[in-house]
T-cell receptor, first 112, second 114 residues
Framework: EDQVTQSPEALRLQEGESSSLNCSYT??????LFWYRQDPGKGPEFLFT?????EEKEKERLKATLTKKESFLHITAPKPEDSATYLC?????????????WGLGTSLAVNP | DAGVIQSPRHEVTEMGQEVTLRCKPI?????LFWYRQTMMRGLELLIY????????DSGMPEDRFSAKMPNASFSTLKIQPSEPRDSAVYFC????????????FGDGTRLSIL
């Protein structure tokens, strides 16, 4: 069964304390892996798409990487405004499938 | 550019009442998705449309749920009759045609069924 697992469930960092969030997946074939950020009371906001193992994408203090079994979202020198829930989702290769399989997210709190 | 627009933002109603949620996708997007989000189950896909045609409704929990897309700029999700276990945040998202296009979300409707 296709599955996406995110860890940790929650993470509390001090401002400037770098860390990584993990998204591990078990799918029959990967078409793409998506990272989103969700703020309270808002919809998920798209951050990155990764397509193949070894690929990396960067945006400000965030860098996403991908292997054949997992993806990491590295947060370098985070600021309080990086506090949010980070969601990972996987699209499989099945046909013209547009479904995304979602993880439950990592809730990140960055203290000033 | 305007993003995905959902209405209402909040809905509180009594069990048994009909609920209609509305969505306007991003102009030019070919796909529209309806999701439900709860703490326990996270984001669950209910149904998605391509060019106004329903493609996969396997996530619709019961016959009480129905969705329509009468044109490219409007979709509704209806629950009739509503039950307390339907309480959740409902999101609409849209995406472009290309196969790996990211989905872009509205800010959701927080639904409470008393």
């Amino acid at each position: 069964e296709d599955q996406v697992t995110q860890s940790p469930e929650a993470l509390r960092l001090q401002e400037g304390e770098s860390s990584s969030l993990n998204c591990s997946y078990t799918v029959s074939g990967l078409r793409g892996l998506f990272w989103y950020r969700q703020d309270p009371g808002k919809g998920p906001e798209f951050l990155f798409t990764l397509y193949s193992a070894g690929e990396e994408k960067e945006k400000e203090r965030l860098k996403a990487t991908l292997t054949k079994k997992e993806s990491f979202l590295h947060i370098t020198a985070p600021k309080p405004e990086d506090s949010a829930t980070y969601l990972c989702a996987v699209q499989t290769n099945a046909g013209n499938n547009r479904k995304l399989i979602w993880g439950l997210g990592t809730s990140l709190a960055v203290n000033p | 550019d305007a993003g995905v627009i959902q209405s209402p933002r909040h809905e509180v109603t009594e069990m048994g009442q009909e609920v209609t949620l509305r969505c306007k996708p991003i102009s030019g997007h070919d796909y529209l998705f309806w999701y439900r989000q709860t703490m326990m189950r996270g984001l669950e896909l209910l149904i998605y449309f391509n060019n106004n045609v329903p493609i996969d409704d396997s996530g619709m929990p019961e016959d009480r749920f129905s969705a329509k897309m009468p044109n490219a700029s409007f979709s509704t999700l209806k629950i009739q009759p509503s039950e307390p276990r339907d309480s959740a945040v409902y999101f609409c998202a849209s995406s472009l045609l290309r196969s790996r296009a990211a989905q872009h979300f509205g800010d959701g409707t927080r639904l409470s069924i008393l």
